[in-house]
């Protein structure tokens, strides 16, 4: 793809989603609730905000939503009327203001469930969505994208990257053909970019770890004492799944009678207890220890494996929500520390 | 603080205890709850401001209880939790030994009598815009009030942190999670999540604490704690009941007496 950069000033940039907005694109935005920060609706431009560090929720709900319709039927008159939601239409999609992480995470998000078996809905969903991501000219101590192969100017994942230079300014990279058709579509809006280094605008995230090396240390730790001590304060609740961009588990819901009902798809998490419980109620994860240790596992150990991607972009959204302050960035220093690396 | 962390050592020491459970320092200013075993544990423990999440949760948490005896450091809120558990039967043996904290003084509270004389001189205290927010809801007329749950519920996606934030949810298994019969519905949608937060609204009614961790804990930022509040209010006033301070109070809402005005009962 073509490397090309343009440059938008700020009214520029909201003239743009307006005319999406007024084109009648379904635009998600960041917007503020009380002190955090959500991607919401929009259908007024003005009420998107620019000042944060992270939202609350990711993005993954546009792909991936927490109750998904699968299939339904109504009895009437005439007989049983099945709906195959597949089947509707996915209205096109704008998601503005998503982090390079948080677009590198729905990459692999998407690239997992493509792989074997293509789940349909996800697919679909990216493939009407235009993902419009702003670098980060700050982060926050629980950031740490670096050590999860992305940074705070990643082009992954994106369709379009903004980031804000001097004078209210944007450089815009245009990382896909679905950026470059958008810009071709508003093209007065943007100007030809002289050659400007992003970099030195760009928030400074530290590496603290190297994945291979994490990924190393966990293949030999299942059995290892540290996960028991690492989860006492783990209250065993989804806060962390949900929050997370590439957390993909679910479950599925059957609702309704005889006459009528539904068939959804619903988010679930690994925390819970209820996630591993058999029917005759033995539960090979018995307590938060092994659910713990599953959700590291599985992020930085098995995906690598099977999936050969990491199963965390380092967007930090589990530390700060996690009412019991589970900080991963920190847990995963000091499985660095503790657990001798072998082979 | 320093008088704390030797009361710890001390009661770790003498093997009265097997954990004492606290806070420590956590990331970028917050504390963290923290479990002492050892002395160099206990020289980590905090006490300050900062310590809202309740602590009495872990009372409950199977990995806690397999250490042995343990003694919590309890914020007025933890004592009216640990009446309200003692009330629900929720300690066979005896109560975990509570330290409560007053100007770096620390007391033990070890049997009904005196967590309970503690419970009753230090009422309830909300920030005012919590007392606030309780009094503008139940002013509301019944739409715009369910307008502005609906408005919030929105947001629940069910990760149940209020749940597993709250130590009267001790349930080993929730409502929510039975299926047969199915009380609740599973999905997060707007009926799910009305299903879902009305059900535990009537579990807390005349139980909640009212501590608040429910909402801290929230991270949709929904103030959760709002409906649980409102409900132990109206158990409060229609019932004269209120929990969290008397350690041996028949439950309001599963107890009943003969004498009742109500005829359903007889
Ligand atoms: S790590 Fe935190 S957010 Fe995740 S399940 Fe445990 S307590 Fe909940
Ligand atoms: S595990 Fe935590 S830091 Fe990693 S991607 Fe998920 S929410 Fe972000
Ligand atoms: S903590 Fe918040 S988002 Fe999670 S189930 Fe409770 S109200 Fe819903
Ligand atoms: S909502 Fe009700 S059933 Fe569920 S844990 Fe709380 S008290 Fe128990």
Redesign the pocket.
Known sequence: MTSTTYTLTHDNLNALLRALVAAGKQLHAPQRVGPKVFFKPVNDAATIVFDYVQTAESPKSLLFPKAEFLVSYRQNSEGMVVTDHLQKEIPEMILFGSRPCDAAALSRFVQFFADGHADAMVTQRRRALTIISMSCIASDPACFCTSCGSSPGDTTGSDLLLTPISNGRYLVDVVTEKGQSLVAANEALFEQAPTIVKDSYLATVEAVFTPEEITKRLATSFNDPIWKNASLRCIG???CA?VCPTCSCFTIEDEGNDRTGDRLRCWDSCAFALFTVHTTGHNPRPTQTERWRQRVMHKFSYLPETNHFLGCVGCGRCSRACPADMNLKEQIIAIAELLPAIG | MQSLQHKAAELLGSNRASVVIGYAEGSDGRVRPHFARTNDDAKALVWDQRCKQNLAVYLTKHEIKEMGPAAIIASPAVVRTIVQMASEQQFVRSFPITLVVDNDQVTELNDGPSLEAFATSHPVLFPSHVTKEVEDLAAMSVADRFAFWQEEFS?????????SACPLCYCTKCITESNQPQWVTVAPHALG?FE??LNRAMHLAGRCIQCGS?TL????G?P?ALLTIEASNIVQREFGYQPGIKADAPAALSSFRVEDKEAFIR
């Open positions: 609740c989804g806060a949900y | 947001r629940c996606f069910k990760c149940y942190a209020c749940r999540n879902w937060h429910c804990a929230c991270p949709a929904i959760i």
